[in-house]
């Protein structure tokens, strides 16, 4: 009398179920990138040669629409001396990178510096390479 089990393992595996996941986490990638804005504030800086390699802490933006932005936050013009003065109070050397657009009147970018000379915060005004 011969006993034999009923049950045989398979030898063999299956990938279906582990490309199922990875078509899934692709898909899921592909929707959320497509999903998230840049926060990249579109400026036409004016042309120079002269180029600075120091490193600014903080980025005040002019557009074209005499909007203000303090890194990527849109801001009133009001509210910048005291936005300014909230992120650099803490700094050994205070250095601000001011990016205005090629169209801003000057006296946008004068009040600005201003508002730097006022607390002796370094500007670096921002400029394209010829």
């Known amino acids: 009398m011969s006993i034999s089990s009923r049950n045989k393992v398979s030898v063999q595996f299956s990938m279906s179920g582990m490309t199922d996941i990875v078509f899934l986490l692709l898909i899921f990638f592909m929707l959320t990138s497509t999903l998230i804005a840049p926060n990249a504030i579109k400026l036409l800086l004016p042309r120079s040669s002269n180029q600075t390699q120091a490193s600014p802490q903080v980025t005040v933006s002019i557009t074209k629409e005499i909007d203000f932005y303090v890194g990527s936050d849109k801001i009133d ?8 003065e909230q992120e650099l109070k803490f700094r050994v050397e205070p250095t601000l ?16 510096m201003n508002i ?15």
């Open 116 to 130: 730097a000379k006022r607390h002796k915060y370094k500007v670096i005004l921002a400029t394209a390479p010829e």
């Open 97 to 112: 990178s001011l990016h205005a657009d090629k169209s801003v009147p000057v006296e946008y970018v004068v009040k600005v």
């Open 77 to 84: 013009f009001s509210q910048l001396e005291g936005r300014l």
